[in-house]
């Protein structure tokens, strides 16, 4: 009896679709009071790839993680003063490099 119930929790756990995480971000559709919501690896995320996208648009080949570093201070500060704004305007106003 055991063993056919350890059998049918098994075959019910693996019958039981995974939970999908959300794979495609519209960087431009988060507001900051999103950004400051996310879990702080989010967060980090964000940062890094908001740097590199600003870097690119001034055609900068280089990534200085110090400025990812800094980014992500500046725009924390802009975004709890500001949690409406969109992230990217939130990033263009504070001088992003």
Known sequence: MKTKVILAT?????AVPAAKAQVVLD???ITCGQYLKAAPDD????????SGYFMSSK?????????VKRNHEVVGKYC????????????????IR
């Open 27 to 29: 960087m431009s559709l």
């Open 43 to 50: 967060q980090a995320m964000i940062a890094s790839w908001m």
């Open 80 to 95: 709890k003063q500001h949690p409406k704004d969109m992230l990217m305007d939130a990033i263009t106003k504070k001088g």
């Open 59 to 67: 055609n900068l080949t280089n990534v200085d993680m110090r400025y």
């Open 10 to 14: 098994a075959m019910l756990a693996f």
